[in-house]
Structures are given as C-alpha cells and as structure tokens.
Nanobody, 121 residues
Framework: QVQLVESGGGLVQAGGSLRLSCAVS??????????MGWYRQAPGKQRELVAA???????KYDDSVKGRFTISRDTAKNTVYLQMDSLKPDDTAVYYC?????????????WGQGTQVTVSS
C-alpha cells in the first residue's frame, strides 16, 4: 500500500516562495520508486510535469520553472520536497505528488490528493 500526502500549498504574492512536501507512506525506501515528481494542473489545462527526480538521482524540470524550483528528497523521512522561489501568477495550480514503480514491463503510478498553490499579482 502506497500513500502520498502533500502539504505546504497556500496563497503567496508574486515573487514569494513556498515549499511543498510530499510524505510517502510505504514499506521500504523512496529509492524503491523508479521516479518521484511533482505535477500541476491549472483550471482548464492538462496536468503537466513540473519536476522529477529519477533514480539514481537525475533531476529534470519543465522549462517554465528552471532556475526557480528545486526538487529534493529525504530518504530518512520518506519525503519529497518542491522548493518554489520567484513565484509567478502563472504558477497558480493544484500541485500533485507522483511516484512511479516499475516491475518488468509494468508501470505503476501513485498520486497524492493535491495541494492548491495560488500566486497573486
């Protein structure tokens, strides 16, 4: 059983910062997941990948957040973070934590319930 619980969202002014956390309940380590990431979905738009960390530690970011957002993980706390700096109104969305497991050809996706981030201009 895998459970992801996000926290840290809220309302912030443009230029401000927020740190999102994703607490992962799982038997074992975060390293048992092939990848962990943060997605976001704005009203009327498709869900999009914001940032991901892929084992053994490669990180990737959407171009729109490069240099402003940082993804990290604490394996001791089974928690993944998204540090968001220099926030813009376009960053307003529901942010979802994602974990991916692979077993041979099979891929399993796990999602949190989402946390709202609102950036005012």
């Amino acid at each position: 059983q895998v459970q992801l619980v996000e926290s840290g969202g809220g309302l912030v002014q443009a230029g401000g910062s927020l740190r999102l956390s994703c607490a992962v309940s799982v038997s074992g380590s975060l390293l048992s997941f092939a990848a962990m990431g943060w997605y976001r979905q704005a009203p009327g738009k498709q869900r999009e990948l914001v940032a991901a960390v892929i084992n053994p530690g490669l990180t990737k970011y959407d171009d729109s957040v490069k240099g402003r957002f940082t993804i990290s993980r604490d394996t001791a706390k089974n928690t993944v973070y998204l540090q968001m700096d220099s926030l813009k109104p376009d960053d307003t969305a529901v942010y979802y934590c994602n974990a991916v497991r692979r077993s041979g050809p099979l891929k399993y996706d796990y999602w949190g319930q989402g946390t709202q981030v609102t950036v005012s201009s």
